[in-house]
């Protein structure tokens, strides 16, 4: 990213929000510039983050969210298995993390399958997976009401 730095920079100054794509097959590192040289508002993957214990701090502090993605990753070979995946270490770093689909037509896996393997494979309780879908909405690029009005309805599913 670092070529185009200065576009990067202009952008966010102008108020335009940025996500990319790194941390998946790369190393820490592609976190480490999505977030300081791409002004990344949200990271689509970021498992590496863990790697680096001072980008984990970095990237906490910042809020900047993780898109993690279970099934694709296992498809791709870069986690054994969703039991072994690491989204229960990224959340327990404190991250903001929401649960995605990255490539839906290859895993066969939609959103709702995402969190059904999150829940059988991890073992995650209704109130974790809310947490997983509050951070997606709050992470999002909506208007405030509407993030209100999901994340209402993140709760009733939750009360019900």
């Known amino acids: 990213m670092a070529p185009f730095a200065g576009v990067l920079g202009r952008a966010r100054e102008l108020g335009l929000r940025m996500v990319h794509h790194a941390g998946e097959q790369c190393g820490a590192w592609s976190v480490a510039e999505a977030v300081r040289v791409g002004c990344a508002d949200r990271v689509g993957h970021g498992l590496s983050v863990l790697e680096d214990v001072e980008l984990v701090a970095e990237v906490r502090d910042r809020g900047v969210g993780l898109e993690v993605c279970p099934a694709s990753n296992v498809e791709l070979g870069l986690v054994g298995s969703v039991g072994v995946h690491p989204l229960p270490r990224l959340l327990e770093a404190g991250l903001v ?64």
């Not at 399958?113 to 109130?127: N, P, Q």
């Open 97 to 160: 993390v929401s649960l995605n689909t990255d490539v839906p037509a290859m895993t066969g896996v939609s959103l709702s399958g995402e969190f059904a393997l999150v829940r059988s494979e991890l073992g995650f309780s209704d109130g974790e997976l809310a947490g997983l879908a509050r951070a997606g909405v709050e992470s999002s690029f909506a208007p405030a009401v509407v993030k209100e009005r999901l994340v209402g309805g993140i709760g009733a599913w939750l009360a019900g």
